[in-house]
């Protein structure tokens, strides 16, 4: 994860109306968090998609789908993952988020 992970419509829009909280996703979030030696950045996205799903914060699952698929993490195992959390998390939060992978996968 070199690159600038989020330089999308959401950054232009957080840099738009909350300048700080653009500032922190940049410097805290993805150049301090997701760069930790800890957890792989494959493991992260694994993480991340999986909390999103979980909370249901479905506006969030198009961009860190995408950045899983660059980190390495393959549509058959996003697929394993909702299934996996139908159970956990509860079958409306995983079909919805089947529902936004759909779209994603399919752009």
Do not use: C
Request: proline share 5%; hydrophobic share 45%; no cysteine.
């Amino acid at each position: 994860m070199g690159q600038e992970p989020i330089t999308n419509t959401a950054l232009s829009t957080l840099a738009r109306i909350t300048p700080k909280l653009a500032q922190l996703s940049e410097e805290v979030l993805f150049a301090d968090i997701w760069q930790r030696k800890q957890l792989s950045p494959r493991d992260r996205s694994l993480i991340t998609v999986a909390a999103l799903v979980t909370l249901n914060r479905s506006e969030q699952l198009p961009f860190h789908l995408r950045l899983a698929q660059e980190n390495g993490v393959s549509q058959s195992e996003l697929s394993e993952l909702f299934t996996h959390l139908a159970f956990y998390a509860g079958w409306p939060a995983a079909a919805s988020a089947v529902t936004v992978a759909a779209q994603s996968f399919s752009e």
